[in-house]
């Protein structure tokens, strides 16, 4: 499984936005970044994906160097619910099928302040 | 449908005894993961079912853990024989083939062995 590298934790304060990166440095062409979120007591929450355009949706935005080799998961303004450990994950497609398991490294630990 | 369910959400079992926990996927999904998550890290894949069939199975499962699909609609995992060890919070997730949409994870079955 190709590898992700995050920051252990960031910080902000409540309705700034948030710039979460990931490395990914030996992704491969067919390779989609997930990001997913945890908040406590919970299983993990989609949050978005994508795979060579940026992307977004109504929780975030996905931003995507040229070279694929790095992302941004931004949360355009934050909240107190927006407090979770965030992965960013790859996971590879081949004929129309995702390749199954998502394999989750220490994701980021993003603290929220009021 | 509201979303993966999983029962019990908590089971306090003494070691050397079974254990069975249950996952009700979202209907339409046609792939079932498990997972195991154990305190400050992320979770860690099990094993997968695509209908009926178990496609992957990871190393961490030992003889002692079983899961099935009877028929491709809900999944049961057994760990025969608990250890402390086994303690940690188990995550059921759902998706379709295509990875659309992304994965969605139940609230998990929280497992302690003493």
């Given at each position: ?81 927006d ?29 929220v302040?009021? | 449908d ?13 070691r ?27 979770p860690?894949?099990?094993?997968y ?5 178990q ?10 853990f079983?899961?099935?699909?009877p ?17 940690a ?25 003493v």
């Amino acid at each position: 499984d190709a590898k992700t590298t995050q920051p252990n934790s960031m910080e902000s304060n409540e309705e700034e936005p948030v710039h979460l990166p990931c490395n990914h440095s030996t992704i491969s062409g067919t390779d989609y970044i997930h990001w997913y979120r945890q908040l406590p007591s919970q299983g993990p929450e989609y949050v978005i994906h994508g795979l060579t355009s940026n992307v977004n949706n109504r929780m975030a935005s996905l931003a995507i160097a040229e070279d694929r080799k790095s992302s941004t998961l931004i949360l355009h303004r934050a909240t107190l619910r927006d407090a979770a450990v965030y992965y960013c994950i790859l996971n590879g497609y081949a004929g129309g099928t995702s390749y199954g398991k998502l394999t989750f490294g220490q994701g980021t630990i993003l603290t929220v302040h009021p | 449908d509201t979303g993966v369910s999983q029962d019990p959400r908590h089971k306090i079992t003494k070691r050397g005894q079974n254990v069975t926990f249950r996952c009700d996927p979202i209907s339409e999904h046609n792939r079932l993961y498990w997972y195991r998550q154990t305190l400050g890290q992320g979770p860690e894949f099990l094993t997968y079912f695509q209908n009926e069939a178990q496609l992957e199975k990871s190393r961490l499962l030992s003889d002692r853990f079983s899961a099935e699909r009877p028929k491709g609609s809900f999944s049961t995992l057994e760990i025969q024989r608990t250890e402390q060890g086994d303690s940690a919070m188990y995550l059921c997730a759902s998706s379709l083939a295509s990875g659309v949409y992304g994965y969605t994870f139940g609230s998990g079955t929280r497992l302690t062995v003493v």
